[in-house]
């Protein structure tokens, strides 16, 4: 998944829309994102503790400091 200033953040799982309706596999993607999204961010909240700020910002997805910190 790609932010529009250019972040990416991976998948957890890779998701398959073959022999599936486009309603069905849209959902997938959508709960996916919102996994993707809360892993990454509990793993920038755990490194936040352990890692000197301004490192830490530059480190992590904008999204994720701006609700991390």
């Known amino acids: 998944m790609m932010s529009g200033e250019k972040e990416k953040i991976m998948f957890m799982e890779k998701i398959d829309p073959r022999d ?15 996994m993707s999204i809360r892993m ?3 793993n920038s909240i755990d490194d936040y503790e352990v890692t000197d700020r301004n490192a830490w910002i530059l480190k992590h997805a904008g999204q994720c400091v701006l609700n991390g910190s």
């Open 20 to 34: 599936k309706k486009v309603e069905d596999w849209m959902c997938e993607v959508e709960k996916m994102m919102y």
């Open 40 to 42: 990454v961010l509990k």
